[in-house]
């Protein structure tokens, strides 16, 4: 009975360790080495069980949270991305490589993206501009000073565009009415207001157009010296080439 009592408390010994073993893996260690307590562990599965369970459930975790910061690492969604970053922080072994990593392909994400908004300053594409604007709007501080600059630029633009359109809409060059028309198409909701102004002063014009055409048409074969010369005077000059 001694002798069976020495083994039974060296077997209760053994038993302790491994569940310190257990404990302290869950806690600090990665991947590889969890895998390692596991198989370490297997005897102890009927004292130990809920234990090793726990052990596989944290091994599941880090697996899980090391596919996700590899898949990541490829990905263009910034805030998947910083999401990732803060849930996955202190993430020890192979995940800490990984987070490592997906924290430098954030850091390039925000270079590029200043990069990318610097170089619309100054661009003609309002579809670009205001695309990048709203891209690149839940960004951090960190490309703040250049999503501003960009917010600004996007601004003037609509300035420059709406002051164009109110001051062809004092002219009667219709080709250059088309030209504006074109121009601002891709503006939308921004000049919508300034566009349909335009749009209906083009109409009358093209309408006034219509009705020169048809009395210069009438008087091109009219004896009538007074009616043709007061014609040719009020037409002479005319925006449209047509007239």
């Known amino acids: 009975r001694s002798a069976c009592g020495a083994v039974s408390s060296r077997r209760d010994t053994m038993i302790e360790d491994m569940r310190s073993n257990l404990r302290d893996a869950c806690e600090e260690s990665g991947i590889s080495e969890l895998e390692e307590v596991l198989l370490e562990s297997e005897p102890y599965m009927s004292a130990l069980e809920s234990e090793i369970g726990a052990l ?4 599941a975790v880090l697996r899980g949270a090391l596919s996700e910061m590899k ?3 490829e990905s263009s969604d910034f805030g998947a991305i910083s999401a990732a970053l803060l849930q996955y922080d202190g993430y020890p072994g192979e995940c800490a490589a990984a987070w490592t990593s997906l924290d430098s392909h954030r850091s390039s994400m925000l270079q590029d993206a200043v990069e990318a908004m610097s170089a619309l300053i100054g661009s003609d594409d309002f579809a670009a501009v205001t695309a990048a604007t ?3 709007e839940a960004y951090p501080d960190e490309a ?3 999503w501003e600059s960009l917010v600004e630029y996007c601004d003037e633009m609509v300035g420059t565009a709406n ?3 109110e001051e062809l809409c004092e002219s009667s060059d219709i080709v250059a009415i088309d030209e ?4 601002y198409a891709s503006y939308g909701d921004a000049v919508d207001d300034a566009m349909s102004r335009l749009r209906e002063h083009r109409a009358s014009l093209e309408s006034g157009v219509a009705a020169a055409l048809e009395e210069l048409s009438a ?9 043709v010369s007061a014609a040719v005077d009020r037409y002479s ?3 449209s080439a047509d007239v």
């Open 180 to 183: 504006g028309l074109a121009k």
């Open 219 to 227: 008087l091109s074969e009219s004896d009538d010296f007074v009616a």
């Open 237 to 239: 000059g005319h925006a």
């Open 56 to 59: 596989r459930d944290r091994i």
């Open 134 to 136: 709203e891209k690149y």
């Open 144 to 146: 703040k000073d250049a």
């Open 71 to 73: 898949s990541l690492q």
């Open 163 to 165: 002051v164009d359109l």
